[in-house]
């Protein structure tokens, strides 16, 4: 079921029961979903085709890093299974993110193709320890810069880069973005953080929202109250 939100609801549980019970409380028409890495590899594709069959499109955020052929295959796994978009990281280069748009391309496949630059929950002594010199923001857009030029169809980044990276890559370049935080929301161990309608404004297009709603009283209701945000402004 098709959906023009730019929400997604970060499904972050330990189980398929309780991933799907979480979703039965969600509209597909309202916001898409996420899976990542905990909930696939206890659930494995039954998860997938539980989601598409409530009719949800998905974001699976598997951030697959490997030999270009081994990212490809898997790539072309996921897009086989419907899913809406899946992520590579940035990191792994130009080989490895071209032979995967590639395989894609190759196979008649149209799932969204997206890169992670810098993860949201590292800062600039985090990058330090791993040999990076540079800030968290300038190493984001080089490697923003790198995932365009290999052909992919966005980023996961920070809102605090989006509008950097808009201006580098383009309005139709894909900004997807974790670290949103209502203003009815904590932090939590989320660094880079921003409001939903300022990350809006800011220049990302999709934007991952977690506890804020699947942890809310009504997780309905915390949606609506977003989108109210959103349209507020």
């Not at 699976?60 to 992520?87: C, Y």
């Not at 810069?145 to 383009?170: P, W």
Request: hydrophobic residues 45%; contains cysteine.
């Amino acid at each position: 079921m098709a959906t023009d939100s730019p929400l997604i609801i970060a499904l972050d549980y330990p189980s398929l029961d309780a991933a799907l019970c979480m979703a039965d409380q969600l509209d597909p028409k309202r916001c898409r979903v996420k899976v990542g890495k905990e909930l696939f590899t206890r659930s494995g594709p039954a998860v997938l085709e539980a989601l598409h069959g409530r009719g949800f499109e998905i974001f699976l955020d598997l951030k697959f890093h490997d030999i270009p052929n081994t990212v490809a295959s898997a790539v072309q796994a996921a897009a086989e299974q419907g899913v809406w978009m899946v992520n590579v990281h940035a990191s792994g280069g130009r080989k490895m993110m071209e032979t995967a748009v590639k395989r894609l391309d190759d196979n008649g496949l149209h799932t969204h193709l997206i890169a992670v630059t810098v993860l949201t929950s590292m800062q600039a002594d985090d990058l330090s320890e791993t040999g990076i010199g540079a800030t968290p923001e300038a190493h984001v857009l080089r490697l923003a810069a790198l995932t365009q030029q290999s052909g992919l169809s966005g980023v996961v980044c920070s809102a605090q880069e989006s509008a950097q990276i808009k201006t580098l890559c383009g309005t139709d370049f894909l900004k997807v973005t974790p670290g949103i935080r209502p203003s009815f929301a904590a932090a939590n161990d989320q660094q880079r953080i921003m409001t939903p309608s300022d990350a809006m404004r800011a220049g990302s297009t999709h934007l991952v929202v977690g506890r804020p709603v699947t942890q809310a009283e009504d997780p309905m209701a915390a949606l609506a109250a977003i989108d109210a945000e959103l349209a507020s402004n």
